[in-house]
Structure formats: C-alpha cells, structure tokens
C-alpha cells in the first residue's frame, strides 16, 4: 500500500508539546529574544486583505483564500469576513496573516480570555498559547473534532466522528471550565536580552511582557515574575504540582530538579520537577481513566507480556495496574532514565511490572530479535498501551508492533495528524480502529488529545 504522506504545512503551525505562553507590558515593543533559533519576526507592513474564513487546519489556524491563493490566518474563526494583514508572503503557495479587524463576527467569537491575546492589540505583540480564546468553549472543541475527523478520513482512511470531551470538573475543580483558564501546572516564560521576562509572541519568538497569566493556575499566576527585569537570564519554568508547593525556577538548564509528586485518583507518583506531566490540572487523571475504560477486559490477560510503550513514569501502566488487580504483568518502555526508575518506584506494587529504559524501537527491534516462542505467544495475548511524543510512533514501530499481533493496543494521541498516519499503517497491517475518545487537555489552544483502541482483524 501507498506510504501516506506527511500533509505539507509551516513547521511554525506546530507548537510542541510543552507549548509556550508570553506577555505585554506598557507601551514597550518586544525584542529578540536571546534564542540562537529567533525566526525572522512577522512583516508589520504587508497588505491588508478582506477574507472569507473557511476552517481550521490542524495546527489551529484558520484558512481562508485570496486569488485562488491559500491564506492561513491567525484569529479568525470559520464563517466570519475579517481584514488580515499579510504577515509572510514568501511562498508561492500559501501566504500567512493576522487578523486586525472582524467584519463579520461569527456568532461563536467571544472577548478573549487573554486580553493581552486578542486582536486588540498588534499582532506582533501578542503572545501566543490562547489561540483559541476569543471562540467559545463548545465550538472550540468542535472545531478540534472536525480536526480530528479530517486527519482519520485523509491519513487513515477511516470515517468516524467523534464529539470531543471537556475535562470532568470534578478532577480540576479550581479550573473556570467555562471560561477554560486556571489548568496550566507548568508555564515556560522567556527571558529576553534586556532581561525583560514573559512568554513568547505567537509564531514567533520574540519574547512579549504580559500582565497576566490567564491559563495558568492560581498560584502560579500569583508568583509569576511579571514585571521583573531578569537580565543574563534565558527562561523561568513555573511548576505546581498537585502534591506541594508551586516554584519559579530561572534557568533550570538541563537539571531535572527535585523529586516532586502528582496525586492522581488518590495514588502517588513521584517525578523530576522538570520531568514530563500532563499540563491540564485534570488531565494526568483524564487519561489514566481513559485507558483504564478503553482496555477491552475480555481480551486482558493479566499474564501476558502487556507493554506501557513511550510509558514516562508509569502513569498509564499504572492505570491498567489498576483496573485488573495485582497480578498484572506489565513492562514500561521509556527514553529517560530518570523517568524510568521514577516508574520502577510507582509501579513498586505490581510484582509482575516492570520499568525498562530504552528507545522503543530499538526495544522492539531487540525483543523481536530475542522472543522465543513462549515470550511470542504471552505477546500475542497483549495488551500493548502506547502514548508516543507529538511525532507519532511512525512506521517502523508500528510495523515492529503489528507484526507481534497483540491483541489489542491503546493509542493516546496528542496530535491528530500523527494519530491517524499511524493508524493508517496499522490499518495496513490488520488492525482496526475500535473505540476512540478525544478529551479538551488544552483548553484556549488547539491542541487535542485522543486516546484509540485498535483491535486485531480476525
Ligand atoms: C507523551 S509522554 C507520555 C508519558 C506517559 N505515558 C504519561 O502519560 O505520563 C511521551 C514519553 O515518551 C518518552 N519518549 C520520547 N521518545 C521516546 C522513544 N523514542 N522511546 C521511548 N520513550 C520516548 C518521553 O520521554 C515521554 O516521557
């Protein structure tokens, strides 16, 4: 079968995982900040254009077009007629934009949660990580599922909608679930050469003063160093974990920090302070949940050679641990040492689990040179749990996995495209796509997360 094809778009559509936020302060115009990488900054003297707002592209921005040329613009929501001046007119194929004026203001557009955000202010000026603020919450998640379907129907062939879930109150009971502000536990900010301290522009990565975090949690609202003067600084790292006390961290470098923990439906997991956590207050118990829900129990087997693939702490083995009881055999498989004897330690309870450190596909690559057939059959009766970074797994792992034939696979996603370019290749190989959920982890942003089974055709 074909290879499907990564979809082309701007590399800066893409805010990673660990997505950033930034600032404004007074008057003062942003400057470059002291990161080799600072791209080029946005035009602030291009066209302006009069455009017709069609959908949003995954990466969350708006595409509209112009003389049969296509327009990503920022700001805009579906169905409105806005005024965008051209911000990058380098390609042939698509320009890029910033809305300055809404026309035409769809019935879904609300005042941004983020007024330092909003189109009030100049385009260059404001920070990014709220792209979705002035939409209101429940079309926002429409529009992440219309996301969400395209990708499944264009890289994976599969047609299935799904509606996508807000984060249940009760699990993030401080958040403003209407307003979708107060979830962040962790918040980069940057630091530029004049030691002026906030987030970054959105695309770009010139660091803009703010007065407020919106998205942040309370405390760490409270503490952020808005306003101070950092100079020699690069960036401060704001941590509040469940179980402790909220920190402002300049400059943590490459040092992970102290240990700290995160309660999730009463149990304990410890972590680096600087290692990877869900962001959302609820999310880390969103998902635990979701995969706990979405294993199918008349294909578990407790004895089998389960896998917890890309398994950070061990969050999500734990989750299984959990549901089917201590006999459960469970190895996690994860790149950072460190995080890896965190997961020895959180899944100390399970004899049968285990915490393994290891790229996965070169893990898979050494299990599948060594199985004998004992070890081939305990993973054909599997139960594989994977939650790759926002690449994907990719071809070769999935092809690894596939071709152990484990009974059933848990996939959590959080980008839709990579979703469903994987499911696409397992699709090729005799799976299908069985259940899938998507939760709103990242409210105000465009990011979505899906969690998929996937189940072996007979
Ligand atoms: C999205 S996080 C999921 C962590 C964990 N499942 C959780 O829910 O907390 C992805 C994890 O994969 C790890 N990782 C990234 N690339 C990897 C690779 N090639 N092999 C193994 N682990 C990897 C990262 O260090 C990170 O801990």
Known sequence: MPRPKQPRRPADDQPGRGDR???????????????????????????VLELDVE????????????????????DAIPGERVRARVTDAAKERFWRA???????????????????????????????????GHIRMARQRELKADVLAEALARFAGVERSVAVEPVDETLAPDVDAEAGTGWRTRVRLHVDADGCVGPY????????????????????????????????????????????RAEVVVDPGSARGPVVHEVVDGRRFRLDRGGFWQVHRGAAAT???????????????????????YGGVGLLAAAVGD???????????????????????????????RAETGRVDRWLAELDASADRELRSRLRGATV????????????????????????????ACDPVALAR?????????????????????????HVEAVARLGAIV
């Open 21 to 47: 936020s930034r600032s404004q302060r007074g008057a003062r115009s942003p400057r470059d900040s002291r990161n080799p990488r600072t791209p080029r900054p946005p035009a602030t003297d291009g066209p």
């Open 55 to 74: 959908r949003i592209a995954h990466g969350g921005i708006a595409v509209a077009h112009h003389e049969g040329r296509v327009v990503f613009v920022a």
């Open 98 to 132: 910033d809305t300055v004026e809404v026309l035409d203001a769809s019935p879904d557009r609300r005042e941004h949660v983020w007024a330092e955000a909003s189109i009030d202010r100049a385009p260059e000026h404001r920070p990014g990580g709220a792209e979705f």
């Open 201 to 244: 522009a959105a695309r770009s990565h010139l660091v803009v003063p703010v007065a407020s975090l919106p998205l942040a949690v309370a405390e760490l609202q409270e503490m952020a160093p808005l306003g101070a003067e950092l100079p020699g600084s690069g960036v401060v790292d704001l941590v509040a974990p469940s179980d402790g």
């Open 287 to 309: 998902l635990s949940r979701a995969v706990r829900d979405l294993v199918d129990a008349d294909r578990f087997d407790p004895r089998a050679a389960n896998l917890d693939l």
């Open 323 to 353: 549901r089917f009881g201590e006999t459960v055999r469970i190895t996690s498989v994860e790149a950072d040492e460190r995080a890896t004897d965190h997961a020895a330690a959180n899944l100390a309870e399970w004899v049968g689990a």
């Open 385 to 412: 749990v994977l939650d790759p970074p926002r690449s994907g797994a990719g071809r070769e792992v999935v092809e690894r996995l596939a071709a152990l034939r484990p009974a059933q696979l848990v996939y959590v």
């Open 422 to 446: 994987d499911l696409g290749t397992f699709r090729e190989h005799g799976y299908e796509l069985e259940e899938l959920r998507a939760f709103d982890l990242f409210p105000n942003t465009h």
